[in-house]
Nanobody, 127 residues
């Protein structure tokens, strides 16, 4: 059974940094596309960053150059390093996993592309 548990959220001022972690269990090594989505109050859930089983990454435009997704395969932990945070980054952040090793295609930019979701961790950025 796959389980994803996020941590590392919190409150920071604009310009600050946070690192989110997602502890994954039940995943077969190198068989999953993983990523981060977020949802702000009153808005739809949107993709932030994804990484495939081979380390290829993709980022949505508004986080490029500020966020970095990475994974520690030995520990089964997914990370999201967030720098230069802005109030618009305030949202609940979710760790996701899809039962495919690749993340290519528009399907993986949509919530429906993922089979497993964590419970979320809140990030609040004040101006």
């Amino acid at each position: 059974q796959v389980q994803l548990v996020e941590s590392g959220g919190g409150s920071v001022q604009a310009g600050g940094s946070l690192r989110l972690s997602c502890a994954a269990s039940g995943l077969t090594y190198r068989r999953y596309c993983m990523g981060w989505f977020r949802q702000a109050p009153g808005k739809e859930r949107e993709w932030v960053a994804i990484i495939d089983s081979f380390g290829t990454t993709a980022y949505t435009d508004y986080v490029k150059g500020r966020f970095t997704i990475s994974q520690d395969n030995a520990k089964n932990i997914l990370y999201l390093e967030m720098n230069s945070l802005q109030p618009q980054d305030t949202a609940m952040y979710y760790c996701v996993a899809s039962s495919t090793p690749w993340c290519s295609g528009s399907r993986y930019r949509l919530p429906a592309g993922y089979d497993y979701w964590g419970q979320g961790t809140q990030v609040t950025v004040s101006s």
